[in-house]
């Protein structure tokens, strides 16, 4: 009679562990905070890219992403799925570094070659700048429909199929991003959680 007592209490233990452990999966960075004077523009929330190659190899990642952008100055986190922050992308003028968690770095003139030097696939850095905020920007855009709210919702840019809905006050709370290359097939989905 003891043990059904003690196998209940030790199975909601279990269950009360794997839920932390699946709300920890949905974690994202802490907020960059900088000592920059001036108005900033701050996104967080999760990430999801998948790279199908034309061979029939898949590739996957997901995890958390915070954006701050001071306008001289870009800071984007990107963190594993249970929040501990992998490695940061710092953009300045005429130079992008990559800090990886444990100090080391690499650089590139260009954010998006940095990042697919380092990850093999390019996730359109330069573009999120516009994108984040629910802009096309200053590069030719194909294709551009407005939402029923007078907003871009898709277009093709650098390569790009941008599709943009759930707006909030400061842009676009779901983006999904598609590339077709000769050899690869690149989907990207960025769900923003914060400001």
Not at 94 to 116: C, K, Y
Not at 147 to 164: H, I, Y
């Amino acid at each position: 009679m003891t043990a059904t007592p003690f196998r209940f209490v030790y199975l909601r233990w279990l269950c009360a562990a794997l839920t932390c452990l699946v709300l920890a999966a949905c974690a994202t960075p802490p907020a960059i905070t900088s000592a920059t004077p001036g108005a900033s523009f701050d996104r967080s929330g999760r990430f999801a890219l998948s790279v199908n190659y034309a061979d029939g190899k898949q590739e996957a990642v997901q995890g958390g992403f915070s954006w701050h952008d001071s306008g001289n100055m870009l800071m984007l986190d990107l963190a594993n799925p249970l929040g501990n922050t992998l490695a940061r992308v710092q953009v300045e003028p005429g130079t992008a570094t990559l800090i990886r968690s444990d100090g080391s770095t690499e650089q590139a003139v260009h954010p998006d070659a940095l990042v697919e030097q380092i990850l093999g696939s390019p996730i359109p850095v330069a573009g999120l700048r516009d994108w984040l905020r629910g802009n096309t920007g200053s590069d030719s855009v194909q294709g551009l429909k407005a939402g029923p709210d007078g907003k871009p919702a898709t277009f093709s840019q650098n390569g790009w199929r941008v599709q943009l809905s759930r707006y909030d006050a400061l842009g676009p709370g779901l983006l999904q991003l598609n590339r077709h290359d000769p050899n690869r097939t690149i989907s990207m989905r960025l769900v923003v959680d914060g400001g």
